[in-house]
């Protein structure tokens, strides 16, 4: 009676796995008002990919730039979700082709020269977690490269001013950023910010737009990192 259970159960799991494979979203935001900033990489995104364990899984990439103006194009290649069913050996030939597109699209957005002086970060990356907050993927990534130099219409981080209060007051400045930004619900997205600070008052500044970035999304239950798998508690 046990394994007569035990077969159905299979074939449901077998079933689901054929009908809806598992998709997996990320979206690569590139500050490039520096060109020291970290730039994005294939490697970077290979491990939240794992395609060689789970080659049926759908992928989604989007690249955007960041800079001074408020809308910068959106870059996209896309690996369609495949089943048990399909043949392996053209998913893997799939595969191969999605990773050298993908390549070539972050490669060419790496080499192109960039003029941006300022820009405000948090504005595009809560635009962009809004959009994968609301979409069906199973995985949801955010890989933002950009040391988190805010220059938008409410904080200017270049003012002597403002960039006092960040050191002595990150908690006020970030009811600032909240008064200003309407944050959705975020618990099923992963936010990884990848920077490295060269110099002792870069570190500084970083470390407490992180104290921001942790109290302005606290509520939305965002998972934040710092590079690429430590989480920010």
Do not use: W
């Not at 920077?195 to 002792?200: E, L």
Request: glycine content about 2%; aromatic content about 8%.
């Amino acid at each position: 009676m046990r394994r007569l259970t035990i077969i159905p159960l299979a074939l449901l799991l077998i079933s689901c796995e054929i009908s809806s494979p598992k998709t997996t979203a990320i979206t690569l935001l590139a500050d490039r008002t520096d060109p020291v900033i970290t730039k994005p990489s294939l490697n970077d995104i290979h491990p939240f990919l794992d395609l060689k364990a789970n080659p049926n899984t759908g992928v989604e990439i989007t690249l955007q730039n960041i800079g001074h103006v408020d809308y910068n194009p959106l870059y996209r290649k896309h690996l369609k979700g495949s089943t048990l069913l399909e043949n392996a050996l053209q998913r893997q030939t799939d595969i191969k082709r999605f990773y050298t597109a993908l390549d070539t699209m972050i490669t060419q957005a790496n080499t192109r020269i960039y003029n941006y002086q300022s820009s405000s970060i948090i504005v595009p990356l809560v635009r962009q977690l809004d959009i994968l907050s609301r979409s069906k993927n199973t995985n949801k990534i955010v890989i933002l490269y950009s040391d988190l130099a805010e220059f938008s219409d409410f904080f200017n981080i270049y003012d002597y001013s403002s960039h006092l209060k960040l050191q002595e007051q990150p908690l006020t400045v970030a009811r600032l950023f909240k008064s200003k930004l309407s944050i959705p619900k975020l618990h099923t997205v992963h936010l990884h910010i990848i920077y490295y600070p060269k110099t002792t008052p870069q570190n500084r500044t970083f470390h407490s737009m992180l104290q921001v970035y942790r109290e302005v999304f606290k509520e939305s239950g965002l998972n934040i990192h710092v590079g690429l798998d430590q989480l920010l508690n």
